[in-house]
């Protein structure tokens, strides 16, 4: 392969690879600010000005070239430290901070801003500027976004990301010279799913987010690698967590699933994960019609006892599970009533979904499934049909004892009817829903940010859940439940972590092939073709 | 006594010449088309390469170089554009043949399109030039009922149809590739180079983008032969050139010269000295984006070569002249404020530079300079210089420099303290 050399390193590159792109590719940095993988390429922020001292025939170029735009030779000799540069990025460094407004103390972006990094590594830390800096007026763009025009620095990321990666065209750069500005087209709000990637891609405060605005410092964060759970598309992303508080979700690269983006309505999911109001917190069982709390220990012995007295028999057991159930969690249910019951009465709602279809890759991130792990569902051999005519079956006989894993029927449903005849009804779920007032026991599980797991998304790819923030002091992980729930009614169920179990259904169950915990990692892997 | 070389102009200087299809054809007009017409594509490519002829719109590249470098067998339709555009103060040529002998530019611009298999030719007129539109496009309307144009030009089984479009006046848009842009119907700025149009231009075709006279230049190359034109000017400056004199001098107005003709010539001679019998302070002799030149300077052949040996440049062949009472400090400032405006804005270092140092400058017109300042502005300058993605950065700061390097007194007479 062709080879370039970045300060006497040698790169390998593709034809039609920029130089920039390379270096990036092999771990070397070169600093930009208007370059993104994702967008074309305009080469107007002059950071990434590189010494070019041998074009590869034995001449130098007779400036320096931007590294972004330039097409690499074989044997070409890039210098990036040498004087030339280092004065170069000085100068680009002081002519963005010419009217930049330097309100770090009050930016979100402060602490992950570039503009700030290049500052202290390849500023000069002096300006001579004297003159008033150019101010805009503030401008309101819509309900997801805030755009703080005096911090911009004018890399066009945000407009070329509306126009090149979703395609709807309604932010855009006016005016000129000094006066440039990105802004959103006659007045119009921002329109587009997909807004919070312009906060990512902004390199300076200039587009922030208005969920996360002042809520904390970016510093403090603490980010934990998982997958968004909001639907069936599986966006890679870290969990940003202070104090035990979800402050928000920022997309992970990863070029099989989402890119570099996420939506909308993924960023805000993390509502649900700080919700404390409706949580279950303690242990629950219904004594003479109403939910009292208890000790774990009390609650099994009632569950054990009920189970006993009631006698229940193969076909009078059921268990009902939602698919934001992991796939370890799922396997323990399956257990739970096949090892106790010997009943393989365990159903999910299969919905149909869809994506839209569209020639704009990042529209198709968004599906209708809104759950994670239908796919898991199925690849587990859980039964699942859209009408639910088999639940509905097996229901209309004697059900003595139903199990409900999160929220499967949603707010309405005939089959809370059915189920409701039951004698006993053990929910784990995280919040006080529509089954609060028919279980007879709650049990608290965990939120995905809480707990560890695999989901298999759309298109059949396992990726792993991580524990960001702790559960409250008596939830459990909702495998650990299920285990506990196997030991309490007599068999054995000894797995130690979800790894365990994952690298144990993998065994047991065809379609995974003896994928291992470590196959997933952090990017997952693809579920082997059956 | 120096005297004008007719080729371009000989049409325009011929009294009673109405510059109509009836006028152009009786002075012998559309022959070279008809000589082209038998020539093969290549052949036309190689006689204007041939020529050495350069580019008329500034950087004076070799035209037939240029068309060369065209992206061939792409599947994709070619583009010849014509840069009508013609924004850089002080030049006033191209408006001059488009408004007086529009036929000699549209043969010349057949005979590209012809030879680049273009079929549908733009000419990216500036705004501003709204007699010199209507008089093409008239023109442009007389070659269409006369089938010079249309679906099989003057017989050939070679369709092309011409249209004028209109700059919304932007100087960065005289920029090929931000003229491409704006024609694209985005928002004209330069793009980044590789690719060059030359491979992805106009609409991702591939396009060569031609000055107005480069184009007429092909007409009269094509009808007396490569050599011919050749002949008119010096070795690697070959032919006319049309010059733009303006400024404090008797005669100003645009003269067809040929390349390599004294400076100093061209303002005492045809120019008739400097108005008032004043004396002279300076010459800018390539656009206003060029850097100036002393009198004792000008006494060099007016071509590319020779102007860059004295660190200048010709550039659009436009001579600025002014006398001793120029205050060089406020013409600077009023030069830089033009850049300032004219900046897309999209590149940091003009963007923010090109207004620093109109700030600066403007200090020193109310008397707030000093020598602090002096050097900020010089080393600001020094900053965008060869920092910038297209030509508009520099020819804001070369000006600069070279204003302060020839005057620095005139600066220093705006200091604070003096």
Redesign the interface.
Known sequence: MPTFYLDDNPIEFEPGEKVLAAALRSGFHIPHYCYHPALSIVATCRMCLVDVVDMGNGRPAPKLMTSCSMDPADGMKIETKNEKVKEARELVMEFLLVNHPLDCPICDQAGECTLQDFSFEYGSGSSEMEYSKRVYGWRDIGTFVMLERNRCIHCTRCHRFTTEVTGTHEFGTFNRSHQLTVDTFTDRPMTNKFQGNMADICPVGCITEREFRFKRRAWKLQKTNSICTHCSTGCNITVEQDQNTVFRLKPRENQEVNQWWMCDDGRVSLRQFNNKKNRIMQPMGRVQGTLVKASWEQIYEAIKDKVKQLAVKKDEVVAITDTHASNEELFLLKKLLHDVFSSEHVFFPLRLWAQPDSPNFIDTLITTDKSPNTAGAIALGIKGNEDDSALKQVLSEKTKLAFVLGNPLGKESEIYDLVSKADLIICIGTVLNEWAERADVLLPGSTPVEKEGTFINKNHRVQKINAAVKAPRHAKADWLILQELIQSLGKQSTFQSTSEIFNSLATTLETFQGLTFEDVGDLGCSLPAT | MLQETLVLFKNVRKPGYKGNLASYKAEGGYSALKKALKMTPEEIVSIVKESNVRGRGGAGFPTGLKWSFMAKNTGKPSYLIVNADEGEPGTFKDREIMLKDPHMFLEGYMIGCYALGCHHGYIYVRGEFVPAMKQLQKAIDECYEAGLLGPSMWGSKFPLDMTIHPGAG?YVCGEETALLDSLEGK?GQP????PFPAVAGFNGCPTSVNNVETITAVTSIINDGAEAFKELGTPNNSGTHLVSLSGHVNKPGVYELRMGVSLKDIIYDLGGGIKNGKKLKGVIPGGSSTPVLLPEEIDIPYDFDSLMKVKSMMGSSAIMVFDEDTDVVKLLHRMVRFY??????????C??????SS?ILRDFVYKQGSAAKLD?LK?VSG?IL????CALGDACAMPILSFIEKYPEEFRAYFADA
Not at chain 2, 191 to 194: S, V
Not at chain 2, 340 to 349: A, F, K, L
Not at chain 2, 351 to 356: K, Q
């Open positions: 932007a928002r793009r980044t180079k590789p300032n405006h004219e900046s897309c804005g999209q590149c940091t270092p963007r923010e530079g090109t207004h620093w700030m900020r080393r900053n060869g920092a910038t993605l």
